[in-house]
Every structure is written in C-alpha cells, then in structure tokens.
C-alpha cells in the first residue's frame, strides 16, 4: 500500500516540476524574444518623425438619403418626441426651392403619413418616397406644433440621381 502512495506522490512531484520548469523557461524564452524583436529596426518611442494619420472612413448615409444632397452637418441625436402613437419623419432641413419648399414644409415638422400610409419603424418616409417617381403629386400628413394638415408635393427628379423622385429634405426618426 505504501508503495501505491509513494508512486503517486513522485508522480505529482514530477509533474510539479515539470509545470514549473516549463512557466520558468516559457517567461525566459517568451521575454527574450520580446526584448530581441523589439530592438528591431524602429526607433525608440518619441525618436519616430511625425507620421500623417489617414482621414477617418465614414460609411454612413446621411439620414435624408436619397432626398437630398449630402447633408454635413447631420448628427446622430436621439430624436425629438411626437405625441403618443405617431411614428415619423421630423424635417431637419429644407433645401431652397425643393418640391418640399414649395409646398410649404418647414423645418421642425413631422411627416407622420405618404398618401395614407404611416411612416413605422419598419417602413421610413425614404421607403414610401422611393414607391413614386419624379412628377407625381403625394398627400403628406404633416403634424406641426399641435395641428396636423394636408400637404401635397409634386416630387421633383433627383439632382444625382436621375429617374428617382426626389423631396428635397433631410430628416430624422420621430417617435413616441
């Protein structure tokens, strides 16, 4: 019996020894490999001349696309609330002789319907425009301040993109 007790204790102790041999030269080696290629051929930190730092990616759309131009000066803000149950479309801009501004939108309004259908999470103001084509005349609801009024707009053509119709706005999510 004392026999099966010594074997495993000089087993354990084995592999005692063994773990810790291989941490011990697993620090050594790992170190010294560090220290060597970090003496490579960069220079010491501050040593380096200035290096240009490339312009930042931007992949987003700006939130009026396609119905406007790029907007520069969109930010990304939690959107202003609208009274309970109405999801829409808060004008952020109206560009200067837009179909939006000849019909009468002002910044500050929210679109709540396209021709009777509700703007929705799942179905934005960009989705029902994108239904009709230059030319044709849309029935906007239009909730602002505490009115809510009938706005029709004869869509205009995209200025980039042809064939597209075209609002002439840059606008955000409203919602409840």
Known sequence: MERANIRWLVVALVGLAGL??????????????GYLLGRGPFPPAGEAGATPTPPPVVEALPWGWPFCPPCPEVTPEIPEETPPGMWGARV??????SPAEKAGLRV?????EVDGRRITPGRSLADLIARYRPGDEVRLTV??????????????????????AYLGISFRPSWP
């Open 92 to 97: 952020e801009r109206v560009l200067p002789g």
């Open 143 to 164: 909730r602002r301040g505490n009115e809510t009024l009938q706005v029709t707009v004869r869509l205009g053509e995209h200025p980039e993109r042809p064939g597209q």
């Open 20 to 33: 810790v041999v291989g941490l011990v030269l697993g620090g050594l080696f790992g170190g010294l490999a």
């Open 108 to 112: 500050g309004d929210v679109i709540l």
